[in-house]
C-alpha cells in the first residue's frame, strides 16, 4: 500500500526534486529546461513518421477484421492451454496498440466486472505487457536499424511469460 | 524485418478486407488511424518535450550521473560489453527507472537517447547489436512497478478492491523481465 501510495505521488514528487536540487545546486534550471524541451520535440518529431506508418498499418489489420479472423483461429490451441478465449484478442491488440487493448480491457470490465476471473487475468496481463511492436517500431525505427536479430522472438516470449502468469496467478486469487 | 511485419500488416489487411467485403472499413480505418497517430504525435510532442525538459535539468545538476553510477552493477550485469564510460549508460539507466517508477513519457525520450548512443557506426548501422536487442527486449517485458492506469480503471468500473492488482502485477512483472533477463543470457554468451 506504501508503494501504491507512492506512485500516486511520483510524478509531482520527481518533478520537484528534480527542479529543487537544479535550484540548489546554482543552476539556470529554466535554461535547462529549454534545452532539454527542445531536443525533446527533435526526438518526438523524428519518430512521428514511424507513429504515422505503424499506427495506419495496424488500423488496416484491424478493420479489415483480420485479428478477429485471427484470434478465431487461436482459440482451439488457446483452449488447449487453458488460456480463456477473450484473453486472445487482447493479447494480439496488447501487441499493437495500447489505446485499443484498454478500449478491449474496459469492455471486459463491463462484461464480466474487474473482480472476475477475466478481469483479474486482464487487469494483470496489462500491468506486465507492453505494446510490443510499437516499441520494436518506434525503437529500432528511429535509430533506422532493419536487421532486429533476436529482438522479436525475446520479446514474444517475455510477453508470452507475462501472458502465462497473468492466466496463473488470476486463477489463484 | 521492419519491412516485412509493416508491408505484411498493410497487404494482409487490405487483401482480407477485398475478401470478406471490408475494403471501406480498411480504408476507413487508415484515415482514422492517421489522424489517431498525428494526435498521439501531439500529445507526445507535448508530454515528452516536457520531461525532456525536467530530466536535462536532473542532467545539468548532476542527478543523472549519480542515479547512472548507483545502476553501475545492473548496468555491468545486463550489458557486460558495455565500457563504463559509454555515452549510452545514463539514458539506459533514466529509462529503467522511469519505466519502474510508471513515468512512460519520460522513458521514451531516454530509450531513444539510449538507443542512438548504443548504434553502431559504420556499416552495420542498420544492425541491432547485442545490447541493443537486451535494450529493446528489457523494455518489452514491462518494469512497470505499480499499474496506476489499471488500478484507476478498476475503480471507476466499480471493482470492490482495485488494488488487488498490485501484489500479482508485481509477481508478472517480475516473471516476464527474469525470462527476458534470461532469454538475453543465454543469446548474448
Redesign the interface.
Known sequence: MILVWLSRYMIPFVICYLIGFGLLSGRPVFDDFLDGAKAGMKTVAGILPTLIGLMTAVGVLRASGFLDALAGWLAAPAAWLHVPKELIPLTLVRMISNSAATGLVLDIFAKYGPDSLIGMAASILMSCTETLFYCLSIYFGSVKVTKTRYALPGALLATAAGVAASIVLSSFL | ???Y??SF??I???V??TL?G?LD??T???I???R???M??IT??GI????????????????LEWLTEKMGPVLNFLFPRLPKDHPARRPISVNMIANM???GW?A??A???A??AL?PGGEN????TNE??TF??L????L????????A??SQ??????????G??L???T??????VV??KV?DR
Open positions: 524485418m521492419l519491412h511485419l509493416w500488416m498493410i494482409v489487411g487490405m482480407w478486407a470478406h471490408t472499413a480498411a476507413q480505418g487508415l482514422d488511424s492517421a489517431e497517430a498525428v498521439l504525435g507526445m510532442l515528452m518535450s516536457f520531461w525532456s525538459g525536467i530530466m536535462e535539468v536532473g542532467n545539468k545538476a548532476g542527478l517508477l510508471g513515468l519520460a521514451t525520450p530509450g531513444l537517447e538507443m542512438k548504434q548501422r542498420h544492425i541491432a541493443m536487442c529493446l527486449i523494455n518489452i517485458s514491462s512497470q512497478l505499480i499499474p496506476m492506469n489499471m488500478i480503471y478498476r468500473y466499480g471493482s470492490a478492491n482495485p488494488m488487488a492488482v498490485v500479482p502485477a509477481v508478472a512483472t516473471i516476464s523481465t527474469l525470462a527476458a532469454f538475453c543469446v
